[in-house]
Structures are given as structure tokens and as C-alpha cells.
């Protein structure tokens, strides 16, 4: 059975402060080296959470508590640069904690209204992009105030913060090729299709229609990403829904539409060629046995080596430390690996299996069994396999949100769903 949504409910505007905060901090131009910040959004979110009366559930540090036990070994064993990184995950997972449970069963229609939002001034801006008049104003006079933020406790790479235009509601990032991508306000399209296509899942299988403003929005502007892997993704979801979710008497038509559409763009030279040439170039060295690139698949033989060495531990915050042994690149980008990378084998799996455990929570609730929880999980991973998305705060708020908001024992469930209408 759908749940069906109390379309009279208001939100909160603090709600949708804490969302949008979550999405910042995981990566926004602007914000998301700044990795100090979770210490007042924790503090922040923690002091409305106990304004609001709420209760704290013990069992959170039975989640967290693997992941902290493990980051004071990697900070004993001089993997972390000091006890600072094990002090940030705590305050990840108590921030998760908090917002969670302050959005409650709400997250949903929050998240997809700020996405839709968010949606609609990238094209804005991704369409002005093409004008150099516009450029120049925003490079003199807007840019010069929204420098990116840098300041971590960990080693984040800031060699490339500087070659972005920032007005924090929009990142202009020049890819010098024969067009022009949409950033949205993060650091780079494939962070920002990650965010699109998670509000295009859940739009789609919740509300069950295909034909929408909100959803048209949400293919537009993972198209202008021109993001691999958010067209991969978006392919996923449409066939996903088509399949399962679809309810309209010209499903095969549809279906059949999209299989064509689907082997055309395939077929287009930034999808299959940069495909092939990644996986083509994943295992070659250059100069003393290190790779020669970052790519997804590259990606993953360099967290391979780094995982051969370190299986028990990971490095923790070091990994780029670690991983400069094996590769040449600035950054490796498959989040699915690093997962491993940065926690070891055995915490890796815990990750994985709290996460999956997560969204088949989420999806049992709006649907009926709990076939559905793994197609977002498959989602999930497809979005992360280029963005290491999977060790930043979003990721980890999910995790909380499924694990203790949504769980079947949860007593919000005993209640009707209050959502804010989608659009």
C-alpha cells in the first residue's frame, strides 16, 4: 500500500535549514572543505533537538560505535593526523542523529522541494553560463565574495578549489570542452546529479507518476550535468520505474521508447568512449609502478592495492596519504571502494549492510515488501561509484534516517504519514 500524504501540514523553515546544511557540508563549493562546520551545525541541530523535548536512542552508539573505536586505532596508529578525526565523526553521526530525528518522517517532501528548487536556478544560471557578458560581471564583481571555504581536520585535496567561479547558490566551473556543465551550488555535476537523481527515485516511486513538473525538472538538469554517471543512474531509475512502479496502459510503448533512446545515447562519444577509455587505462603505470589516473575504474585498483595492505584498519583520514603511494592523480574517485579504503574490510561491510538495512526500511514503508529497499540501495552505490559520497555527512544521514526514523519498531510509524505535498 502507498502511504498517502497530509497535504496540509506546515513545515518549519528550521526544517529546511537543516536539510540544506546537510546537503552543504557533503558538498556545496562553498562549504564542503570546510569540514570544521559540523562542529556548530552539531551543536546547532543538537540544541533545537532538545528544545523540541526529544528522546535520545542509546542503541545510535551501537551503530557509531564501530566506526569510533576503529578511527582511535587509525589515530594510535598514526593513520588519522590526531584524535580531531575521530571527534568529527562523532559529531557526523550525532548531527545525523539529530536532524533525523527532527525531520522525522517529513525528509522526503522536504528534500524533494529543495531540490526542485535547486533544480530550477541551475538551469537559470547553467543557460546564462553561455553568456560571456554574464560571465564577466559575475567573475568582477559577484565571485569575489563567495571564496570557497577551506579549513578541515582531515587532508582534503585544495589544489582545485580556485578553478571554480562561486556565487553559493551556483558554481561556474570551466571544463574547457565544447560545453558547458551544470554544477548546481556544488563542487562538480557529479556530486550535484547524485542529489537530482535521489529526488527523481523517490518522486517516482513514491507518487508513482511519471509525467510531472517536479520530474521533467529533475531530467533536465541531470541531462545539462553531462554527468556519466548520473545519466547511468537516471537510466536506472526510469527502467526501475517502468518495470516495477508503473501502473499506465502504454507501458510497453514507454518501455520500448526508452530502450532505444537508451542504446542512442549509449552510443554518444562522452559515453561510451570515456567509458571504454577508463576502464582501458584503469591498470596502466606510468613512472615507478603508480597509475597513471583517478578514473572510477582506475579508481578501484588503486583502493585495491591500498585495501591489500591496510585490510584490517584502512588508513582512515590518511587515505590520500596512502593512496599517493599507487597513483599520480590528485584524487580517486569510486566512493564504493573507498568505503574499504578508508574503513578496513570488516567496518566496510558493516557500512554496506547498515545501509542497505536502511533503505529497505525506507521503502518497506512506502511500498509494499522489502524487494524495494535494493533497488535504492543499487542506486545508492551507482551514484557513489564516482563521488566519495559514501564517507560524507549525507550518506551517513541516511543511514541514521532508515536505521532509527524509519525502522518497522519505530512508534512515528504508528501514526499517519505527514509529508508536504510534492510538486
Known sequence: MIKQFNHKQKIPLSNYFFILSVMALTGFEYFFRAGILIIPFCIISGVYFLSKKYKFNDDLFLVAGPFLILSLIQTVLSYNQNIFSTLILLFVFLTSYYVATIMGIKFIGIFIKIIFIMSITSLVFFLLTYSDAFMSFINSYVAIYFKPLIFSSSEVDTSKSNEAVNILIYNFKNYNSAYNRNNGPFWEPGMFTIFVNIALYFNLTIKRKFFTLSNLIFILTIITTFSTTGYIALSFTVLLYLLFYSKSKFKIVYLSCFIIGSVYVSNLDFLKVKILQQIKESDKTKGFGKSSGASRFGSVYIHYQVI????????????????????????????????????????????????????????????????????????????????????????FFLIIWGMFIMAPKTSLKKHSVQAIKYM
Request: glycine share 10%; charged share 15%.
Open 308 to 395: 591489500s595492505e591496510y585490510p584490517i584498519t584502512g588508513v582512515g583520514d590518511g587515505a590520500t596519504r596512502y593512496i599517493a603511494d599507487f597513483t599520480d592523480a590528485d584524487s580517486t574517485a569510486n566512493g564504493v571502494t573507498f568505503v574499504f579504503v578508508k574503513y578496513g574490510l570488516f567496518i566496510g561491510i558493516f557500512y554496506y549492510f547498515l545501509l542497505l538495512k536502511s533503505c529497505k526500511n525506507i521503502m518497506k514503508y512506502y511500498t509494499k515488501g522489502n524487494f524495494f529497499g535494493y533497488d535504492l540501495f543499487i542506486l545508492l552505490l551507482i551514484l557513489a561509484f564516482s563521488q566519495d559520497i559514501t564517507v560524507r555527512l549525507f550518506y
